[in-house]
């Protein structure tokens, strides 16, 4: 299974429907139709661009079901709740339904050592069912920290179909990727601006929050790499970094929703309202955006 991942997996977007807490299993259902067609690897869903704090588990496993059933293309699922009970029972539904591997995220909202982060994979990766493949999530800027060396230790037991690292530690990776020599596991990034780098040294692939607005760009970097394309990757990097630089004005993923409404993608609102100075960087951020992408979308195609 974890030969299956990697390359280029969306982090999904959820459209929510308007003045509402719930997700539009429709728009939902369009978009993955649109990421498949834009020849992305695989899909994850309910993450950290995909907003799965704003939605109920009885939403999210009902997506996950659709969304498996739907996809040409393998399924990944983020687990992740509050409670240890609320992400395995997201689990097992996600397993049933055929994804093909779920994430978890440590422990949060409070802040937990890494003894206690340790204990929770654990206990875990046991409880789960056993045909499910379990990926570490890391993504500092907004839960505790799962250290390399915790994720290290939880890697080479075997138990774990791989890690989704947002922190955009390199030095970290390159131990991950030392670790892959003798332990297998997929290796994924979250961070877009590492991917090209990280590719080319026999990482598996990337978890891209862009790729959710813009997968033609990263579809289109991702085969520059694996050609060995060194102009094309090195066009399409700076086309990324030329994005990317917007994402310090808005919260996530603010820019990434704004940018898919921008190409037409049906989406729906942002789960808070956005005003004052950011609501003007905003449509500062639609006009660049605008001029931007014909050049964009060339380049990724040529």
């Known amino acids: 299974m974890t030969r299956e991942l990697g390359g280029v997996h969306v982090a999904a977007l959820t459209p929510r429907r308007p003045d509402s807490a719930t997700i539009d299993i429709s728009a939902a259902l369009d978009l993955i139709d649109y990421y498949t067609a834009e020849g992305v690897d695989g899909i994850t869903l309910l993450g950290t661009t995909g907003e799965f704090i704003h939605f109920d588990t009885e939403d999210r496993s009902r997506l996950a079901s659709m969304a498996v059933k739907r996809s040409?293309?393998?399924?990944?699922?983020?687990?992740?709740?509050?409670?240890?009970?609320?992400?395995?029972?997201?689990?097992?539904?996600?397993?049933?339904?055929?994804?093909?591997?779920?994430?978890?995220?440590?422990?949060?909202?409070?802040?937990?050592?890494?003894?206690?982060?340790?204990?929770?994979?654990?206990?875990?990766?046991?409880?789960?069912?056993?045909?499910?493949k379990l990926l570490i999530y890391n993504i500092p800027m907004c839960v505790s920290e799962v250290q390399p060396a915790t994720s290290l230790e939880l890697l080479a037991t075997g138990q774990f179909a791989g890690i989704k690292d947002?922190?955009?530690?390199?030095?970290?990776?390159?131990?991950?990727?030392?670790?892959?020599?003798?332990?297998?596991?997929?290796?994924?990034?979250?961070?877009?601006?590492?991917?090209?780098?990280?590719?080319?040294?026999?990482?598996?692939?990337?978890?891209?929050?862009?790729?959710?607005?813009?997968?033609?760009?990263?579809?289109?970097?991702?085969?520059?790499?694996?050609?060995?394309?060194?102009l094309k990757t090195q066009v399409l990097q700076q086309r990324l970094e030329e994005f990317v630089a917007w994402f310090e004005h808005f919260p996530i993923p603010v820019a990434m929703r704004e940018a898919a409404l921008v190409r037409n993608i049906k989406v729906g609102p942002h789960a808070l309202p956005i005003g004052g100075s950011t609501a003007a960087k905003l449509d500062e951020f639609r006009g660049w955006l605008t001029d931007w992408l014909p050049q964009m979308q060339r380049d990724s195609k040529s």
């Open 72 to 132: 040409r293309v393998p399924v990944m699922v983020n687990v992740s709740h509050a409670t240890f009970d609320g992400s395995l029972r997201l689990a097992e539904e996600a397993v049933d339904a055929g994804a093909a591997a779920v994430l978890l995220l440590p422990p949060h909202y409070f802040r937990y050592n890494q003894d206690l982060i340790r204990e929770f994979y654990l206990q875990f990766v046991k409880q789960m069912p056993r045909e499910g």
């Open 166 to 230: 947002s922190s955009g530690n390199w030095e970290a990776f390159l131990q991950y990727s030392g670790l892959k020599k003798s332990v297998p596991f997929a290796l994924f990034a979250g961070s877009d601006r590492l991917y090209a780098r990280g590719r080319a040294i026999g990482w598996s692939g990337i978890v891209s929050g862009v790729a959710s607005c813009l997968p033609d760009l990263m579809t289109g970097l991702g085969r520059a790499v694996d050609s060995h394309d060194d």
